[in-house]
Structure formats: structure tokens, C-alpha cells
């Protein structure tokens, strides 16, 4: 029996899929067009292995030591408290005024032993008022610091010779810094005041990394 081409079953050909249709426009954006200059930061972050995830998501975090922190803020921060004892403390006064200007650096002069935390002997310390210049310095909160201002403060000065004046008012607390002078001009306290901080700062190299 013949074969006609009508009895054959041809397979179709495979056909091409048809092409997905495009995806459709978002219709808001993924960051806001009302802040261009914020875009950047907006944009979402890739992470990378091997980084602090918060430096992609924050890179305007600052990452410090908190030791670091508190001198800095301490330095910054002096409350010299405001008692003097003879002559030197005029040219301490002074230091204060607007002329030179303390309080771009930070120091306040304050009226109190309980909030202050720098101590400016200013002046002749007698054996009578030894006891009160102690009271005062064990009334400040550490930490607290003491700048000899003068002569007199120092070593006695002009009155080494009197026994009723004390040799030095590191007899009876701790002193940090010492100004020279009879009387000491206000830069040289602003000097014994930067000394000071730097001296803060040192110290917490030496305590905040031991
Ligand atoms: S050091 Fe000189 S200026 Fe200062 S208290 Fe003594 S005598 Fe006065």
C-alpha cells in the first residue's frame, strides 16, 4: 500500500519562546529626586567583606578611643575657680577681661570649689591662710589641677625671708604648673593655661594606654 504524504505526522517545529515582557517602570524612584545632593548617601551601600559594615552605612562616623575623648573635653572645658591672694591676682583679674579673652580656650572662671576644677594660687600664701587654700583644694572634684601663679606662690619671693609666709604652696597641695614672675604678665598665665592642656592630653596617653 502506498504512503501518501497526507498519512505522514510531522512533528512541529520548536518555536522561539516568546520574548518576557519588559519589566514595567518603577514608579517611584529608589532615591528621592528632592534631594539631589543627598543622593549618595541614599543609595543603598554593597557590602564589602572584610568592613565595618557601620563605615558604609555612617562614613561620616568618627571612630575614637572615649579616653581620648574625655581629655579633650576636659582641656576644653577649665573652670579656674576665682579667689586670689595678693597682688598677683590683679594681674589674674586681667587675664579674664575681654582684652585677652579666656574664653576662646574653653576656661570659665568660676565662683565655686565644687564645680571648678582649676585651682590659681594668686599671690602671697601666709601660714594663716594655708589652712583655707587646703579646705579649698580638697573641696574641688577630681580630677583638678593647680597653677602657681608668682613668685610668692612658688617659693615665697620677696618674703622668703618672713617666717610667716609659707616657702611655696606646694608645701601643703600639689602643684602643676608654675609661672614665674613678680607679678607674671597675663600672657604668661594664658601660656601656663595651654601648658596645662597639653598637659591633659599627655596624661591620658600615659593613663588611657597603659
Ligand atoms: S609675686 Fe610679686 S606680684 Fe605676685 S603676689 Fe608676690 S609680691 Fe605680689
Request: glycine share 6%.
Amino acid at each position: 500500500m502506498a504512503v501518501t504524504p497526507a498519512d505522514v505526522t510531522t512533528q512541529p517545529a520548536t518555536e522561539p519562546r516568546p520574548a518576557a515582557p519588559p519589566a514595567p517602570e518603577p514608579t517611584t524612584p529608589a532615591v528621592p529626586g528632592e534631594h539631589p545632593n543627598e543622593a549618595p548617601r541614599l543609595t543603598p551601600v554593597e557590602v564589602v567583606p572584610g568592613r565595618a559594615l557601620y563605615k558604609e552605612v555612617l562614613p561620616g562616623v568618627l571612630q575614637v578611643p572615649a579616653d581620648l575623648l574625655l581629655a579633650a573635653s576636659r582641656k576644653s572645658s577649665l573652670w579656674p575657680m576665682t579667689f586670689g591672694l595678693a597682688c598677683c591676682a590683679i594681674e589674674m583679674i586681667a587675664t579674664y577681661m575681654s582684652h585677652y579673652d579666656l574664653d576662646r580656650f574653653g576656661i570659665v572662671p568660676w565662683p565655686s570649689p565644687r564645680q571648678s576644677d582649676v585651682m590659681i594660687v594668686a599671690g602671697t600664701v601666709t601660714k594663716k591662710m594655708a589652712p583655707a587654700v587646703k579646705l579649698l583644694y580638697e573641696q574641688m572634684p577630681n580630677p583638678k589641677w593647680v597653677i602657681s601663679m608668682g613668685a610668692c606662690a612658688t617659693n615665697g619671693g620677696p618674703y622668703t625671708r618672713y617666717d610667716r609666709v609659707l616657702q611655696g604652696v606646694d608645701k601643703v597641695i600639689p602643684v602643676d604648673v608654675y609661672v614665674p614672675g613678680c607679678p607674671p604678665r597675663p600672657e604668661a598665665l594664658m601660656d601656663a593655661f595651654l601648658a596645662l592642656q597639653g598637659m591633659i592630653m599627655e596624661e591620658r596617653k600615659a593613663q588611657g594606654r597603659a
